[in-house]
C-alpha cells in the first residue's frame, strides 16, 4: 500500500471520530483556533479548560476517555468551547469547547451555591448574623436621624389654656369662667412633695433619673397597637407630658407612638426634671371637668392644691388612671358599671397602694402613711356653673373692672388663668335678689295685667361707705336672659333723688342772687343754712342770677311745677325752708335753689360725691337740679355714701387683687378724696334723716338703726328710685319699664301708672319697701350705728319769689305727709321723650339732654323734673356722644367705656 494511502496511527482513547477531528485541518472550511498571537491556545483559555491538562499536545495526557468523559469534562470547565486542535498548539482541528472564565462571588450567598436540595434555602449562621447586625444599625442610624430633627416643641395651647377663678369677698370661690378650660396652673414650688412623688411612685419610680423613656414599656406597647390592642403602660412621666402638653395628639398610632418617644428623649435631655413634672400635673385631666392639680384640688376638695395632704395627694393620683371609674361619686351616665360603691372600693385601693410604694421607695414616712387608711373627705362635685342669675351680672362687672383698672386686656382674659377676689358679699347678694323678687312676686302680674305689668324691671347696688367697695348688685332677673346690667347703665333718670347734690352745693359753694338782699355785693356768696326758705309755690316762676325770669332758647318763660300741681308751704309766697322741702320733695324749691347757686356748682357737687361727668345731662336747664340726669343704681350709691363717711369720696370698685401663677398682678388701692367738710356732708345726711323719718321715705325706716335717704319719681312717671344709707352701708334701688326688646330700634321707657295696680308708682312705694326689706337682712347681727351730730352752717336766707302775673288756685299741703302722695286731676304737661344715654359704673355715652314738650302756651316745667325747652346744641355740647343702646353699658360708658370724671 503506498504511503499517502496509509491510514494516520489511532490516538490511543481517541476513536474514530476523534481521528476524523484530528484530520479536518484548515482545508474543512472551518477556522482553527488562533495561535501565535497570545502564545498557545493553552494560554489562550485558561489551562483549567482545554490547556494541556486537558487536551494537551495530541492529547497524550488523556489516557482513556471517550466521548461520554469529554464532555462531562466539558460541562465541569463550563460549557463547550472553541479550542485548539487534538494535536495542541500544533496540532491539526479544533478543540471540544470554549474554556469558563474565572468564577465570582455573590455578595450574597443564598440560595446557597455549594448546596443542594433543600439545603439551598437554608440560610448560614453568617447570612443570619449579618442581617441582624444591619437591622440593628438600620434602627439606630433611623433613631439618630429622627433624634437629630426633632427639637423640643413649644408647649401646646391647649395645654396651657386657663379659665379664670372668681371669688367672694371672704375668699370663697364664686365661679370659674371666661377661658375655655377649667385649669388654673401652678408653678413647681407651689406643688406639694406629696402630690409629686405619689404620681412617681405609682407611675414611674425612676422619673428623676431616667431619660425620659421606658424602652420595655414602649415594645410592649408598640406590640398592643401592632396586634390591634391597647396602649395601656409604657409611658413615663416625661412622655405623658410630652402627649399631654406639646403633641396635643391623644390618637392611639404607631406614628404618634414613634413622634413621643423621640420627642420625650429630647425633653429628657434638655427640659429641668422639675419643669416636666410641674408641666405634666398642670396639663393632666383628673375627671370632673378639672384640667391640673389646681383645678383638681378645688374640684373634689374645695381648696388649693398646696394645702393638700399626703392622703388626698395620693386620691387625686388615682384619678389620673381614669376618674371615669375612681371618682367616687360615680359616673354611671357614662358607663353603667361606674357606680359609686365600686368606683369608692377602686380608689381606695389605688390609694392604698400609691402610699404603700410612696413608703417603699422611701419617699413617705410609714407613721405619716398610718393616717391615711380610708378615702379623704371629697365633696359632691358641681354642676357646671353657669353664668345665671345675678352671677353673670357680677363677673361682667369685675372683668369691666379689671380691663379698666389694669393692665390686663379683654384678650388676656379670655386666655384665662387669673384669681379674681372681688368684694362682692354672697350674703348680700341673695339677700337683695330675694328682696326684689318678693316685691316682684308679690304685686307685678304681667299675665293679669300685660298693659301696665310688662317690661317692668329692677336694679340695685350697695357699697360701703368706708371704703367705696360694691357689696352687692342686683342687675336683673337673670343674665342669661336678661342682658343689661340694671345695678349699671340703664337710662332711667334718677328724679329727685338728685337734689342732695343741689342741697350740698348751696352749703359748700353758696347762693348768689341780687334779689336776696342788700348785704350781699357782686360776685358775692352766702353759705346756706338748711333753715333757709324758699317758695314752694306751683308753677313758680324761675329767676336767673339777675333777677329775671329765666326764658329758653325761644324767649318762653320757665313755670316751675311740683308732684301733683300743689303749692307747698305757708300762702301766700308758700316759704318752705329747705329740710321740710326735701321732706316733702317740693320740685319749685329745688329749682330756684339750683339756679342761686348756679347749676355749674351744683353740677360739681354730683361730680365731686362720685357721679361720673357723662351721666349728667341737661346741665344748664333748671330741671338739672331735680334729677333728669340719669346714672346708674352703683355711682347713686356710691355717691350718697360719700355723705354717709362725711364728706369722704371713694369710687366704687368691684376687685380688691387679681393673681396668677406667678403672683399678684393687681392690687386695689382706695384713694379717698375729701369731696366735702364733714359739716357739709353731716348737714345734708341730717336733712336726709327727717326724710325718713317723717317724710316720703318712711317706708325705708329700720327699727333701732338712723337712716338718710330719698325717694325720687320723674315726670310721665317713668322711673322711680329710693336711694338710702347708713353709717355701714349705702344702697340704691330703682324700678322702670323699658321697653329693650331686640327687634325695637328705639328703646322706650313707659309710664307706670297703674303698674303693680298703683295709681302711681313713686320712689315711697316698690323701690322704698325693696329698700327695707333688703337692709334688714343686710345689717342683721350688725351693731347699730349713728351718724355724727351736724354742726350749724351757713346763714338763713330768704328767697321771696317775684309776682305773678296771674295767681294760681293751690291749696296747702297738710303738715302731715302721706308717703305715697296722690295724684291731683291736674293735667300735666305730655311727657318728654327721653333720648338714649347710658352712664356706667366705669363711663358714659349719652346723646344729650332731653327734648321737652312745651306743654301749651305757659312753658310749664315738669312736675318730676321731666320737662323741659329742648337744649340748644351748645348747651348740650358736653353731655358726650352716641350711646349704645342695647349690650351691657358698653358703649362708650357703661363696663368697658369711659372713664373717671
Not at 195 to 223: C, L
Not at 624 to 631: C, R
Amino acid at each position: 500500500m503506498s504511503e499517502h494511502r496509509r491510514k494516520p496511527p489511532q490516538p490511543q482513547g481517541g476513536g474514530r471520530a476523534a481521528a476524523r477531528r484530528g484530520q479536518s485541518g484548515p482545508a474543512s472550511g472551518r477556522r482553527a483556533a488562533p495561535r501565535g498571537a497570545n502564545g498557545s491556545p493553552a494560554d489562550s483559555y485558561g489551562s483549567t479548560s482545554y490547556g494541556s491538562g486537558s487536551y494537551g499536545a495530541g492529547e497524550e495526557a488523556r489516557p482513556y476517555g471517550g466521548r461520554a468523559a469529554a464532555r462531562r469534562a466539558a460541562q465541569r470547565s463550563g460549557g463547550r468551547r472553541r479550542g485548539a486542535g487534538p494535536g495542541g498548539p500544533n496540532g491539526p482541528g479544533r478543540g471540544r469547547g470554549r474554556a469558563a472564565p474565572p468564577g465570582r462571588k455573590r455578595l450574597i450567598d443564598y440560595p446557597r451555591s455549594d448546596k443542594y436540595g433543600w439545603q439551598r434555602w437554608m440560610p448560614s449562621w453568617k447570612l443570619v448574623a449579618g442581617l441582624f447586625i444591619g437591622f440593628v444599625g438600620s434602627l439606630v442610624a433611623v433613631a439618630g436621624v429622627g433624634y437629630a430633627m426633632v427639637d423640643v416643641p413649644d408647649v401646646a395651647k391647649t395645654a396651657i389654656a386657663q379659665n379664670n377663678v372668681y371669688y367672694w369677698a371672704d375668699g370663697s370661690e364664686m365661679v370659674r369662667t371666661g377661658g375655655e378650660i377649667n385649669r388654673q396652673i401652678l408653678n413647681y414650688s407651689d406643688i406639694p412633695r406629696e402630690m409629686r412623688y405619689a404620681v412617681i411612685s405609682q407611675e414611674n419610680k425612676t422619673f428623676e433619673t431616667d431619660s425620659g423613656i421606658d424602652v420595655k414599656g414602649i415594645a410592649r406597647a408598640v406590640f398592643n397597637m401592632a396586634r390591634g390592642g391597647q396602649t395601656q403602660g409604657g409611658s413615663t412621666i416625661t412622655q405623658q407630658y410630652v402627649k399631654n402638653a406639646m403633641l396635643d395628639d391623644q390618637s392611639q398610632t404607631i406614628s404618634r407612638k414613634f413622634k413621643e418617644i423621640f420627642v420625650a428623649i429630647k425633653v429628657g435631655a434638655k427640659v429641668p426634671k422639675k419643669q416636666i413634672m410641674a408641666g405634666y400635673l398642670n396639663s393632666a385631666y383628673y375627671g370632673r371637668g378639672a384640667y391640673g392639680l389646681q383645678a383638681a384640688s378645688r374640684a373634689y376638695f374645695n381648696k388649693d392644691a398646696k394645702d393638700l395632704n399626703a392622703g388626698e395627694c395620693a386620691f387625686l393620683a388615682a384619678m389620673l388612671k381614669g376618674a371615669t371609674y375612681y371618682d367616687p361619686a360615680g359616673a354611671t351616665s357614662i358607663d353603667p358599671s361606674a357606680t359609686p360603691e365600686d368606683n369608692k372600693r377602686r380608689a381606695l385601693t389605688q390609694m392604698q397602694d400609691t402610699l404603700d410604694k410612696m413608703v417603699k421607695y422611701g419617699h413617705l414616712s410609714a407613721a405619716e402613711r398610718a393616717k391615711y387608711t380610708t378615702l379623704p373627705k371629697w365633696q359632691n362635685p358641681r354642676s357646671n356653673t353657669r353664668l345665671s342669675g345675678q352671677i353673670g351680672y357680677l363677673v361682667d362687672l369685675a372683668k369691666a373692672y379689671v380691663i379698666n383698672n389694669t393692665d390686663i386686656t379683654a384678650d388676656d382674659l379670655q386666655r384665662g388663668g387669673y384669681q379674681i377676689h372681688t368684694t362682692f358679699d354672697k350674703k348680700k347678694v341673695q339677700e337683695l335678689e330675694t328682696a326684689v323678687t318678693k316685691v316682684r312676686q308679690a304685686n307685678i302680674k304681667p299675665k293679669e295685667r300685660p298693659k301696665t305689668d310688662t317690661y317692668v324691671q329692677f336694679g340695685g347696688a350697695s357699697v360701703d361707705p368706708k371704703t367705696g367697695a360694691i357689696e352687692a348688685i342686683y342687675g336683673g332677673e337673670d343674665a342669661t336672659k336678661h342682658f343689661t346690667n340694671n345695678a349699671d347703665a340703664t337710662g332711667a333718670q334718677v328724679g329727685s333723688t338728685f337734689k342732695p347734690f343741689v342741697l350740698a352745693a348751696a352749703m359748700r359753694d353758696g347762693v348768689r342772687n341780687p334779689h336776696l338782699g342788700p348785704t350781699q355785693g357782686p360776685g358775692e356768696r352766702t353759705l346756706v343754712s338748711p333753715k333757709s326758705r324758699y317758695s314752694g309755690k306751683n308753677k313758680l316762676k324761675i329767676k336767673t342770677y339777675d333777677g329775671s325770669v329765666w326764658t329758653n332758647e325761644k324767649g318762653e318763660e320757665w313755670l316751675q311745677r311740683n308732684d301733683g300741681d300743689e303749692s307747698v308751704g305757708s300762702p301766700p309766697d308758700y316759704m318752705i325752708d329747705l329740710r321740710e322741702a326735701m321732706r316733702q320733695s317740693v320740685n319749685s324749691v329745688y329749682v330756684q335753689l339750683g339756679m342761686d347757686v348756679g347749676l355749674d356748682k351744683v353740677k360739681q357737687a354730683a361730680l365731686d360725691a362720685g357721679l361720673l361727668r357723662n351721666s349728667l345731662t341737661g346741665t344748664t336747664y333748671p330741671s338739672f337740679s331735680i334729677g333728669i340726669s340719669d346714672p346708674s343704681a352703683i355711682r347713686m350709691a356710691g355717691a350718697y355714701a360719700t355723705f354717709a363717711a362725711s364728706g369722704k369720696q371713694n369710687d366704687p370698685y368691684s376687685v380688691t387683687k387679681v393673681v396668677n401663677q406667678d403672683g399678684p398682678v393687681y392690687t386695689h388701692r382706695s384713694a379717698t378724696k375729701q369731696a366735702f367738710t364733714a359739716k357739709v356732708a353731716d348737714n345734708v345726711t341730717d336733712v336726709l334723716k327727717t326724710v325718713v323719718d317723717k317724710g316720703t321715705g318712711t317706708h325705708a325706716q329700720l327699727p333701732g338703726r338712723e337712716v338718710a335717704g330719698k325717694t325720687g319719681t320723674t315726670d310721665g312717671n317713668k322711673s322711680a328710685w329710693f336711694v338710702g344709707y347708713t353709717p355701714q352701708l349705702s344702697t340704691a334701688i330703682s324700678m322702670f319699664r323699658l321697653d329693650d326688646d331686640a327687634s325695637n330700634k328705639q328703646r322706650q321707657f313707659l309710664e307706670m301708672y297703674g303698674t303693680g295696680d298703683q295709681e302711681k308708682i313713686h320712689g315711697a312705694s316698690f323701690p322704698a319697701e325693696i329698700w327695707h326689706d333688703y337692709m334688714l337682712q343686710a345689717l342683721k347681727g350688725e351693731p347699730a350705728e349713728s351718724f355724727p351730730a351736724p354742726q350749724p352752717i351757713g346763714e338763713v336766707v330768704h328767697a321771696a319769689p317775684s309776682p305773678t302775673p296771674t295767681p294760681t288756685v293751690t291749696r296747702t299741703q297738710s303738715p302731715t305727709p302721706t308717703p305715697t302722695p296722690t295724684p291731683s286731676a291736674t293735667q300735666t304737661s305730655p311727657s318728654p321723650t327721653p333720648t338714649e344715654s347710658h352712664c356706667g359704673f366705669f363711663g358714659c355715652a349719652d346723646n344729650g339732654g332731653q327734648t321737652g314738650d312745651n306743654g301749651g302756651t305757659d312753658n310749664n316745667g315738669g312736675a318730676n323734673g321731666g320737662d323741659f325747652p329742648s337744649p340748644s346744641s351748645s348747651e348740650t355740647a358736653d353731655a358726650g356722644g352716641t350711646g349704645n343702646s342695647r349690650g351691657n353699658g358698653n358703649g362708650n360708658g357703661g363696663f368697658f367705656g369711659g372713664g373717671n370724671p
